[in-house]
């Protein structure tokens, strides 16, 4: 088992910062994923551990030993990239030992692993193919077949299902967390999209802008956000911000008025309370909203997405501002209907005018190993 520690990473190419000071410590075994927005610094932070990018500043340890300088070859790292990278002239069976043939392993030997790893990823029909003969699904299980023949200490995946359709997407998630399973190996997978990360990850690496926000299992993140780019990231659809017509306090208690004259009323920690009370935004999930009479949301109906098991609508609340509600089943909502929500009280967030989590700190979750302290969004 294997333990990666990064302390103070950073990546530069000349005067553009791509990492800035990037700390993560990931445990024996764990699969963690990075996810963040198309340039965020996920993919360059993976070629770091891989050794394929010099570290501009900082250090990186596995296993408590320093490769901040290290050849790749020495860190016992196989990396799964995007876009398979097979060799068109060979076999499965070549393309899967080839890395094994680099390293001189024996003939015998090497056959007998592509037979161990084709058995284990289902490819043994497909041994005396070439690429072009397979499917992306079966490429990418090639790929990833390489990367298991040569035994390394960590398996590094850069978007490896992105080139996939939907329906094969899911098939490969089930795999390689079956794949996980079995093998206890400790991996590290980039992605963009947040249904891979939350049902992937044992922990989760927001990243933004060569930062990273927040740590911590997907549904820590997912229930107890740190700001509002984690929030706001992770949902789908997206997380409502309604700025509030008005807000007072008392003591730990803001009191906010909704358009509409609708009124929630928060718990805060003592130390979180913002003064003055200005540019506050209440964080609403689609899907804690429920249609009922006299709630203290109310929206007219603009556009409705029928899903069949779930039903999305898209309104616009009496100052304006943009609503979405995930409703369960299938709703009978027309553009044009007025509708009135109830809010899921204990779920609501609270963000002030610098974007922080107010409510971070009361959530039972609360701030777990690895979790970062609270940053501030512009």
């Given at each position: 088992m294997t333990t990666v520690?990064?302390?103070?990473?950073?990546?530069?190419?000349?005067?553009?910062?791509?990492i800035r000071s990037a700390d993560l410590a990931i445990s024996s075994g764990e699969f963690v994923v990075l996810v963040g927005p198309s340039g965020c610094g996920k993919s360059t932070l993976l070629r770091c551990i891989a050794g394929l990018e010099p570290i501009s500043g900082g250090t990186l340890a596995i296993d408590g030993e320093d490769m901040?300088?290290?050849?790749?070859?020495?860190?016992?790292?196989?990396?799964?990239?995007q876009s398979y990278a097979l060799y068109p002239h060979m076999t499965v069976a070549e393309n899967i030992g080839f890395g094994l043939k680099i390293?001189?392993?024996?003939?015998?030997?090497?056959?007998?692993?592509?037979?161990?790893?084709?058995?284990?990823?289902?490819?043994?029909?497909?041994?005396?193919?070439?690429?072009?003969?397979?499917?992306?699904?079966?490429?990418?299980?090639?790929?990833?077949?390489?990367?298991?023949a040569r035994n390394p200490r960590i398996f590094l995946f850069d978007e490896p299902l992105s080139n996939l359709d939907a329906s094969l997407r899911g098939e490969m998630r089930v795999e390689l967390a079956k794949l996980h399973a079995k093998l206890g190996n400790t991996m590290i997978y980039v992605t963009h999209d947040q249904v891979e990360a939350m049902t992937l990850a044992d922990r989760m690496v927001v990243m933004r802008q060569g930062i990273i926000?927040?740590?911590?299992?997907?549904?820590?993140?997912?229930?107890?956000?740190?700001?509002?780019f984690v929030a706001g990231f992770l949902?789908?659809?997206?997380?409502?911000?309604?700025?509030?017509?008005?807000?007072?306090?008392?003591?730990?208690?803001?009191?906010?008025t909704l358009p509409g004259a609708g009124r929630v009323a928060l718990d805060l920690p003592?130390?979180?309370?913002?003064?003055?009370?200005?540019?506050?935004?209440?964080?609403?999930?689609?899907?804690?909203?429920?249609?009922?009479?006299?709630?203290?949301?109310?929206?007219?109906?603009?556009?409705?997405?029928?899903?069949?098991?779930?039903?999305?609508?898209?309104?616009?609340?009496?100052?304006?501002?943009?609503?979405?509600?995930?409703?369960?089943?299938q709703a009978g909502?027309?553009?044009?209907?007025?509708?009135?929500?109830?809010?899921?009280?204990?779920?609501?967030?609270?963000?002030?005018?610098?974007?922080?989590?107010?409510?971070?700190?009361?959530?039972?979750?609360?701030a777990q190993p690895g979790?970062?302290?609270?940053?501030?969004?512009?």
């Open positions: 520690e990064i302390r103070e990473l950073r990546k530069s190419y000349g005067s553009l910062e791509i901040t300088a290290a050849d790749p070859v020495k860190r016992g790292v196989a990396m799964v990239f390293a001189g392993t024996p003939k015998p030997d090497i056959r007998a692993r592509v037979i161990e790893v084709a058995k284990l990823l289902k490819l043994e029909a497909l041994l005396d193919r070439k690429p072009k003969a397979l499917s992306g699904g079966q490429r990418q299980r090639v790929a990833i077949g390489r990367a298991l926000e927040q740590v911590g299992a997907p549904l820590e993140l997912f229930n107890n956000p740190i700001n509002r949902g789908q659809p997206p997380m409502n911000f309604i700025r509030f017509a008005s807000a007072a306090n008392e003591g730990r208690r803001v009191t906010g003592p130390s979180a309370v913002p003064s003055p009370l200005e540019g506050l935004e209440l964080g609403v999930r689609p899907e804690d909203m429920t249609v009922s009479d006299g709630g203290e949301l109310s929206a007219t109906v603009e556009v409705v997405e029928q899903l069949g098991g779930e039903t999305i609508v898209y309104g616009r609340l009496a100052d304006g501002q943009a609503l979405t509600a995930k409703l369960a089943g909502v027309r553009a044009g209907d007025r509708l009135s929500f109830t809010l899921a009280q204990e779920r609501l967030q609270l963000f002030d005018a610098m974007g922080r989590n107010l409510r971070y700190r009361m959530r039972e979750a609360g979790s970062l302290v609270e940053r501030s969004v512009p």
